[in-house]
Each structure stands twice: as C-alpha cells, then as structure tokens.
C-alpha cells in the first residue's frame, strides 16, 4: 500500500495512460474553478447593474417630485446611473463580466447619442449614427482602457468617481447640448451610480453573511489612490485639466439649496 501510495502521485504526473488521466482530472477541477468564479463575477454585475437601477430610479423619482427633472430626464438620469455603476468593471479580470459590461455601457452611451440628434437625422441615419458609436466605445474606447487597466486599480477609487462625473457634465453639456442643469444632474447621477459601486464592493468584502472572515479585498474600492503612481497621477491631473472646463454651476446650487427644491425633505 505504502508503494503505491508512493507511485500514483508520479504516474498521475507522467506521460503515460495514468498521466493523461491524471491531466483529465485536472482540467476538469479548472473548467469548474472557472465557472464558479464566472458565476460570481456574473452575481456581481447582476448586484451592481440593480442596485444603480435601484437608487438611481429612487432619487429621480425624488426630483420629479420636488419639479427638479422632466419625466424624461429621470429616464436620462435612471441609464445614466447605471451606466456609472458599470464603469468601475472597465478593469475586471473576469473576461464575461468584462464583456457583459462593455456591451451595457456602449449601449446606454449609444443612445444618448442617438437622441441627442433626434431632431438631425432620420431613422435611417439615427440607426447609422447608434450603430457607429457602440462599435467606437465598445470596441475603441473601452478596448483601450482595459489595456491600461488593472483590476482593483484606480477606476476602483473615489477620485476615479469624481473624474467620471465630471467627464459626463461636460459631454452632455458640450457634446449633447444638454442644459447646465441637466447636465449637472445628469453628471450627478453618474457619480452615484460610480459611488453605489465602490460601496457595494467594500459591504461585499465585509462578508457580512459569511463565515470566513473578511475578504482581503477590504479597502481596494473606497480608496484614493492605486498602487500604481503614474495612474493615481493622471486621474488627479484629468480632474484638474476638467474642472475650468466645467459649465458655470452657481446658479444650479441656488436653486438646489432653495426653499422650494428641499420642502419634501422637510428643510
């Protein structure tokens, strides 16, 4: 017994009938390493694609209510939540989930496009334009930026959060025509899409319903900075480059902090 117990580990290992066997096995245990991971990549995005849905839709609903947005810009604002709670996955391991979100954000930024030169084109051509753009974000932007990227890096990051916000202001004001105070709002809830990611990420690594302790993934998403300094650099420096860029937001504070905007919070 003891001889065998010596020679099986070997035989699993080699060459012969026993190691392509011993092989077998062991591309069966990865294949099922790797669909549990994909599975928890996959519970992941479902978790942050509806909890953005879900706040986004609340506090939308919160601003036709107290006359602050169209019905049509809580629809605006409600995709525009989500589309902030995809971004941070740009730099996902996962190669599913990856794809999955790139698809969901090309798409959501395809039609704000599209709609934006509803009044231009004709079907045909709003067709073309949709088109055009999803393979350009998809495929060009977002191929990009997951070659730079690393998982848990800097789009993993509050500043990374901000920047994203700030980005989005400026297209919908400067790109899509979008008024400053729909482009501010709208720039808002990408932020908090962005922000309802990073907060779901670090309660997950609490492990709050486990029972192996917490994650040592604590702390990689509420952060400030990655580990990488030239990235933690440019995301700072893009936030500084965009900020006189920025349409004038004085008035939309006035109005936000009014009497009349606050009297369903009691304030």
């Keep these: 017994m003891h001889n065998v117990c010596k020679w099986l580990p ?25 669909g549990a991971i994909e599975k928890i990549g996959m519970a992941g995005f479902k978790a942050h694609f509806v909890t953005a849905a879900a706040v986004g839709g609340l506090v939308g609903t919160h601003l036709l209510q107290e006359q602050l947005l169209e019905p049509q810009g809580v629809l605006a604002g409600f995709f525009l939540a989500i589309l902030g709670g995809l971004l941070p996955d740009v ?12 698809t969901v954000a090309a798409m959501i930024v395809s039609f704000l496009v599209m709609f934006s030169q509803s009044d231009r084109f004709d079907a045909v051509q709003l067709v073309s334009l949709w088109l055009g753009c999803y393979l350009f974000f998809k495929w060009a932007v977002f191929g990009v930026v997951t070659r730079l990227t690393t998982h848990r890096g800097i789009f993993h990051s509050i500043p990374a959060a901000v920047l994203g916000g700030l980005l989005a202001v400026l297209l919908l004001h400067r790109l899509f025509g979008w008024h400053i105070r729909s482009a501010w709002l709208g720039g808002g809830f990408v932020w908090l899409g962005y922000m309802v990611h990073l907060i779901l990420d670090e309660v997950t690594s609490l492990n709050m319903f486990g029972f192996r302790g917490i994650r040592h993934s604590l702390g990689s998403a509420l952060k400030f900075r990655s580990p990488d300094l030239f990235p933690t650099l440019g995301v700072y420096f893009a936030i500084l480059l965009s900020v006189p860029l920025l349409p004038d937001s004085a008035g939309l504070w006035d109005y936000l902090s009014s009497v009349v905007a606050w009297q369903g919070m009691g304030w």
């Design 91 to 102: 730099d996902a391991d996962n190669s599913t989930l990856l794809a999955l979100a790139m």
């Design 10 to 34: 070997q035989a699993l290992r080699g060459n012969g009938l026993w190691g392509r066997l011993g092989a077998g096995i062991s591309g069966l245990h990865r294949v099922k390493i790797q």
